[in-house]
């Protein structure tokens, strides 16, 4: 069996999975602290890829990443090639699917930490920042550590979006989940039902750890 697409899956599950963490768990903060106009749209307008389909929120990344898009290029401009249909491209495709994960459950980890510890935290002196780096955070972890194992089952396993944005290209942008629908194309049934089994098996592994942080302390 070609182990690229599965190689492929998980360096770039895991490039967004980072990338989705850190601007997760930031938006998370800031949406469960902050009282700010827009608030909800902002919060509405992370969680879309979860009620999207695939090929719509692919659509729109073509839209905003393609080389006629001001954004795309300004990445072929500073890079020297295009975003889509590259490594780059699948990992904002999966980071953008990862994203709702990351932060509706940081969000709802961060909400359900008691006040009463951040105020004592304050009266002590310590900076905002510090707070939440040294109060807030450690005691939501559990919590930003099931959606993070959350956002990276899913970044592993993104289909639509990613077909859609890098392509179907052997050997360079195919990743697990578009070998999966190559080989079940081309009628190869044994390798396909191979890759399925390992991804199924990743995704276990991931609810179970999900499972575990959220009845355990870490």
Request: charged share 15%.
């Amino acid at each position: 069996m070609d182990w690229f697409p599965l190689l492929l899956s998980l360096r770039v599950a895991s490039i967004a999975t980072v990338l989705a963490a850190v601007l997760g768990v930031g938006g998370a903060y800031l949406l469960a602290k902050g009282r700010f106009w827009g608030r909800g749209l902002l919060e509405a307008l992370a969680s879309l890829p979860i009620v999207l389909p695939p090929t719509v929120l692919g659509y729109y990344l073509l839209v905003v990443l393609g080389t006629r898009s001001p954004l795309g290029r300004l990445w072929e401009d500073v890079v020297g090639s295009p975003l889509v249909f590259t490594v780059a491209g699948a990992v904002v495709a999966a980071t953008i699917s990862a994203l709702p994960f990351c932060l509706r459950t940081a969000r709802a980890a961060i909400e359900s930490v008691d006040p009463r510890f951040e105020v004592a935290a304050r009266t002590m002196g310590l900076p905002e920042w510090r707070v939440a780096l040294h109060v807030t955070l450690p005691l939501a972890r559990r919590g930003i550590i099931a959606g993070v194992a959350l956002g990276f089952a899913r970044a592993l396993g993104d289909f639509g979006a990613t077909v859609m944005v890098a392509g179907n290209i052997p050997g360079r942008t195919q990743t697990m989940p578009i070998a999966i629908y190559d080989a079940v194309q081309q009628g190869d049934d044994l390798r396909a039902g191979t890759m399925a089994a390992i991804l199924s098996v990743v995704a276990i592994g991931v609810l179970l750890l999900v499972n575990r942080f959220s009845r355990a302390g870490v």
